[in-house]
């Protein structure tokens, strides 16, 4: 046989033992014993030196033809080989993706200070200050202060829990206003704050009344601020709280501190104005108090009414929520059920 | 206060359907609580007459009656109301018919009698208890003894017209009244106002001096008349009368305490009528009481008096405590036949704390506090004495008796246009305002765009330009105000140093799994002085409403723990919860407590329940330590924090609980619940941490300055040992770092066995050292001499045995 026909002969074998390999490791083997130093094509070209000289290189290329299409054809078997591979273990790997993923613990925020987050992120936006005051607060700054002296009849709107003559459980984080107004320097700038926290009644806990809930007030103290100044900014909580088709009306109202004073409704985000249960069918709820800052609270302070005006706002973080949430008892919030809590873990 | 609208439509012509009228009202000018009529809801009631009124053969309690309706048939009717009688007007709802609270009547039989529909009392077709005539509160009503059988009772009983309730903020006690109303109602619709004035009649042979001298300090009483009405007949008022009442919210007594609450209604001016005969003397005096005198008033409660209480005095002492309740022994009766009729402006703030302090807060009470006309006293008197009389039957002496009266003028008040429209942010013209002054029918004086406004008496809540400036915008309407925002100088808008780190301690704690819970600030005294980290007076209030809620707190834990046992009591037993919030520390001698902002956690149960791919998570002391270090650590607090084995606070674990300081401060502790206090709350395991974040506040550093991350490889050894149980790991710890050498740079513990393969008085801890040098790569005999040094202090120290 001559050495052209041997190479054809290893040539077909080689091929059907690289076709038949069924891992890396025989293939591996393949190329070592066929390709490698000790393997026949190399003892081929050995032999070459027994052959006539012209018929060399026919011969000789003709091995490395072999050479190539073996080592190309391990090439492939090996790719081959690794396809299968990955394939068998995808298939083996396969899980039902339809068990539940692994729970994440997180806690959240109370559904209070989400709204009073909101609020806070809103008027920061528009260069407010967040200040804060005790709660347990001086009569002069709670309602002196703030217009209500002793005796007036208006006092009789807020029942209030007495430590001493002196000392009470804030009623409104309104005396955090006073507190500012008195220390505010107006050479550097306007006075634009909103004072959150909590504020106490003495009322008896039920679905609608708690002696502890929460207040957000908010002031402004400049030399051209306008009652329309005021409609704007509350028609923007409103918006923000309540959804951006949200609408607006004031309505005369009283508090001491403010004058003129209205009361805030926003149309029903419930039922655009159509009338339900959650706006007793007017279309519209009350939402918040505000007004133009009263003379006297100014002057009290120490600030020239005549030169300086502004308006204020409170709102109750409270009752945005249980408005918001259709929340009906207002003690749900001081219970702190997890089962209430944890219901409300939407940040979007 | 209730508005009648057909009283209303008597002072001012205005045709507007009742609901648009409420919804123009509180756009303008105060609330409205609720806009109803009487007969809504009501279905065949008529006038019947009872023309025969039999007992029932089978009761004796009921009658048998047969009642005229109208109708050619007379109606059998079983009534069991005491006070039926033949031959009386009375309310029959028919067969078929409906009464109040949505009751429908048929035709049945009781006891065997047919009865067809049932004869009402004025409660049954939706009248309030409280405005029933006395005499018929337990029984039928009788209506007029001309009304026609058959016609629907509506009419005759005043429920034919639509009442809008008014709810008068403190500011417009003006429309505390019929015609402070009509004023207003006629502003907003640009009307005239018709308000008669009933002319009186005095009888000129007799004069008050006859039976009178008042004596009155303007300071308790600004305004102090009276009249003296005689020969009267104290009988039942007409029903045009009663009705005005009823509607109003008042029961009706008899034609004198009528009068007196019809003015009341009508101008606002509360009236007191007096039985004169029962008065001792001929000298009344307004003043102050002495203390420990005593009024039986006419509700027959003795009150005890004190010197801020103004009363009304005779000969004898107290006849009636002024503006709140008169005296039980000189009220008007059937047999009193001369009436003392008083009409007074008392002091307001007196007046205040004499309804709280005798819990006496009537209409007459409310008005004097909140302010009356000055400029109507004397009118409604006079209306009232007159209108006694002529329902009485009797005449009004000549003259008022005066202990005080009080001059009632015009108040002037200035305000520029600019200033107007400066403040509203319109932009309105001259005339535009004038006609809104005008409509409120103020005097009006412009000098180019400058107003004098001068406001009567009866608009007394106006004196300032301020309160001028509202009564323009809601005149004008709120609607048509435009919608801005505050223009002017730029501010920054941000948080401050302790609001960003109490917003960040929020985050990493909820982030960490523990949910915002927000506790009640009062609590019980016991509660609140638990788990305390200084030493603290309590806080209490002067009048608690109850008493779970008497002290302010001072820890958070006791909130939390409250609301663990909330949870647990509703099957929730897995609870991870925290607080940020103030607590009351108060000294010895300081009335105000000083508040500090507190961060604290608590759980119980499980953390993680177990789900089909990991095994559950309880709540342990580690867990929750690892909260508190994980919060420390993100925080930035500076400086090393130590945990100290805490056996001292009585409501804790006292072998399981830590303190924290960082150096000498101490920040708070954590740790498990004393067993005593879980049982007491009812609740497993729970373990709970409390921080005192105004001091962490103080601990926060501005950023640390970046450390390059090392080129060179880092090398860790393992050393495990066996050691005396007693021995802590932080002072191992503590060891390992003093004698790790300038290379070790991280000691962690992994490993901890105590148990069946190590001597019971032992346990194993296991700890990874990593050594790594930031400027080249460590050479193994270097941290193997370092490591060796390291092994040789903790067998010197501990007597530990390396395993
Ligand atoms: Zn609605």
């Known amino acids: ?348 | 206060m209730k508005i009648s609208t057909k009283w209303l439509k008597d002072y001012v012509d205005i045709d507007i359907e009742p609901q648009v009228l409420a919804e123009k009202i509180e756009r303008t000018a105060v609330e409205v609580d609720e806009v109803y009529r009487l007969e809504k809801g009501l279905k065949k009631i008529v006038v019947g007459e009872t023309l025969k009124v039999e007992k029932h053969p089978n009761s004796d309690h009921l009658h048998v009656c047969q009642v005229n309706v109208g109708g050619d048939e007379l109606l059998q009717i079983v009534c069991g109301a005491p006070n039926i009688a033949a031959h009386k007007k009375v309310i029959v709802a028919l067969p078929n018919s409906r009464i109040a609270d949505n009751v429908k009547i048929k035709r049945g039989k009781m006891r065997g009698e047919v009865s067809e529909g049932m004869i009402c009392a004025l409660q049954e077709i939706g009248f309030a208890e409280n405005v029933v005539p006395k005499k018929f509160v337990d029984g039928i009503y009788f209506l007029p003894e001309d009304a026609e059988p058959g016609m629907p009772v509506y009419p005759y009983l005043g429920m034919d017209e639509n009442i809008i309730d008014l709810d008068v903020t403190p500011n417009r006690a003006d429309m505390l009244s019929m015609r402070g109303t009509a004023y207003e109602i006629a502003a907003i619709y640009n009307k005239k106002v018709t308000l008669p004035h009933l002319e009186i009649k005095e009888n000129q042979n007799d004069n008050v001096a006859n039976f009178l001298e008042i004596e009155a300090e303007p300071e308790l009483a600004s305004t102090y008349l009276m009249r003296i009405i005689k020969n009267v007949t104290v009988k039942e008022s007409p029903i045009w009368l009663q009705k005005r009442l009823w509607n109003a919210g008042i029961r009706p007594l008899n034609n004198v305490v009528d009068v007196t609450n019809y003015i009341l209604m009508d101008y606002g001016q509360p009236l007191h009528s007096f039985d004169y005969e029962k008065i001792s003397g001929k000298k009344i005096i307004v003043r102050l009481a002495q203390n420990d005198e005593v009024l039986t008033t006419i509700d027959e409660q003795e009150r005890k008096l004190d010197a801020h209480d103004i009363v009304i005095a005779d000969e004898d002492g107290p006849i009636a405590l002024a503006g709140t309740m008169g005296g039980q022994s000189t009220s008007v009766d059937e047999k009193t036949t001369t009436i003392a009729l008083e009409a007074a402006v008392f002091n307001s703030s007196l007046v205040r704390k004499t309804a709280r302090r005798h819990n006496l807060h009537s209409e007459a009470s409310m008005r004097f506090e909140r302010g009356i006309n000055r400029k109507t006293v004397v009118e409604a008197l006079n209306a009232a004495a007159q209108l006694i009389a002529d329902l009485g039957n009797g005449e009004v002496v000549s003259e008022i008796a005066k202990g005080a009266l009080e001059d009632a003028a015009p108040v002037e008040v200035s305000i520029s246009l600019d200033k107007i429209n400066n403040v509203l942010g319109t932009s309105l013209k001259v005339a535009d305002i004038e006609n809104i002054f005008v409509r409120l029918g103020f005097g009006v004086n412009i000098a180019n765009t400058m107003f004098t406004v001068s406001v009567p008496p009866r608009r007394w809540d106006i004196s300032i330009p301020a309160d001028l400036i509202e009564e323009v915008a809601r005149i004008y309407g709120y609607d048509k105000l435009p919608a801005t925002l505050p223009k002017g100088e730029l501010t920054p808008g941000h948080y401050n140093h302790s609001q960003n780190i109490i917003r960040a301690t929020r985050q990493l704690l909820e982030a960490a799994g523990l949910t915002q819970a927000i506790s009640y600030g009062l609590t019980t005294s016991e509660k609140a002085g638990r788990f305390l980290m200084q030493p603290s007076e309590s806080t209490q209030l002067k009048f608690p409403m109850s008493s779970d809620r008497t002290t302010a707190r001072m820890n958070l834990i006791s909130g939390l723990l409250d609301d663990i046992a909330y949870n647990v009591a509703r099957k929730v037993d897995n609870v991870a919860l925290y607080e940020q919030g103030r607590v009351f520390y108060r000294e010895v001698g300081n009335d105000r407590p000083v508040e500090v902002e507190h961060v604290a956690g608590a759980l119980t149960g499980l953390f993680k329940t177990a789900t089909w791919h990991e095994a559950k998570v309880p709540v342990d002391f580690f867990l929750t330590k690892g909260i508190v270090e994980h919060m420390l650590r993100s925080l930035g607090v500076t400086g090393r924090v130590k945990y100290v084995q805490a056996d001292g606070h009585e409501e804790m674990h006292p072998g399981r609980t830590a303190d924290i300081y960082v150096g000498a401060e101490f920040l708070g502790f954590v740790g498990e619940i004393h067993p005593n206090i879980c049982k007491e709350y009812h609740i497993s395991r729970t373990y709970v941490f409390e921080l005192d974040l105004g001091k962490i506040m103080g601990l926060v550093k501005n950023h640390a300055n970046y450390t390059p991350v090392s080129k060179y490889p880092a090398v860790t050894r393992d050393v495990a040992m066996a050691v005396d149980k007693s021995i802590k790991n932080s002072d191992i710890v503590a060891c390992i770092k003093e004698n790790g050498g300038k290379n070790l740079t991280k000691v962690e513990l992994f490993d901890v066995y105590e148990g069946e393969h190590i001597a019971t008085d032992l346990k194993s801890l296991a700890y990874k050292l990593t050594y790594q040098n930031k400027k080249a790569t460590l050479l193994d005999e270097d941290v193997t001499r370092d490591f060796d040094k390291v092994v040789d202090e903790l067998k010197e120290k501990f007597a530990a045995k390396i395993r």
């Not at chain 1, 149309?267 to 800052?293: D, N, P, Q, R």
């Not at chain 1, 204020?312 to 259709?326: E, N, Q, S, T, V």
């Open chain 1, 1 to 348: 046989m001559g050495l052209k026909d041997k190479l054809t002969e290893l040539k077909k074998n080689a091929l059907e033992e690289i076709n038949n390999a069924k891992d890396l490791k025989k293939i591996n083997d393949i190329r070592v014993n066929v390709l490698g130093k000790k393997g026949p094509i190399t003892e081929v070209l050995r032999g070459m030196r027994d052959l006539p000289k012209e018929e060399r290189p026919n011969v000789g290329s003709f091995a490395n033809k072999v050479r190539d299409e073996l080592s190309s054809a391990i090439s492939e078997r090996k790719e081959r080989i690794e396809i299968i591979k990955t394939s068998k273990r995808l298939e083996e790997e396969k899980i039902d993706v339809t068990l539940p993923g692994v729970p994440v613990k997180t806690g959240q925020p109370h559904i209070i200070m989400q709204v009073i987050d909101q609020i806070e992120k809103l008027f920061l936006g528009m260069g407010y200050q967040v200040v804060d005051g005790p709660e347990i607060e001086e009569d002069h700054y709670n309602f002196e202060m703030m217009n209500l002296p002793k005796d007036h009849p208006a006092r009789d709107m807020q029942d209030t829990f007495y430590i001493t003559d002196k000392f009470l459980m804030r009623t409104q984080t309104s005396p955090v206003q006073a507190r500012t107004m008195e220390k505010h320097d107006f050479s550097k700038g306007p006075l634009k704050m909103i004072s959150p926290g909590k504020v106490y009644r003495r009322d008896t806990d039920d679905a609608t009344h708690s002696h502890q809930f929460h207040q957000i007030e908010g002031l402004v103290i400049d030399k051209n601020i306008t009652m329309a100044d005021l409609k704007g900014t509350l028609q923007l909580i409103a918006r923000t709280v309540f959804g951006k088709e949200r609408e607006i009306r004031l309505r005369p109202s009283y508090f001491p501190f403010t004058e003129p004073s209205v009361e805030v409704d926003v149309s029903c985000f419930k039922c655009s104005g159509e009338g339900c249960s959650v706006c007793k069918h007017t279309g519209w709820i009350e939402v918040l108090g505000a007004g133009m800052v009263h003379p006297n609270v100014l002057k009290m302070s120490g600030i020239d009414a005549d030169v300086y005006g502004g308006f204020a706002f409170g709102l109750g973080p409270d009752r945005f929520a249980m408005l918001k949430y259709g929340v009906d008892d207002i003690r749900e919030f001081y219970l702190n059920d997890m089962r209430f809590l944890k219901q409300f873990s939407q940040r979007g």
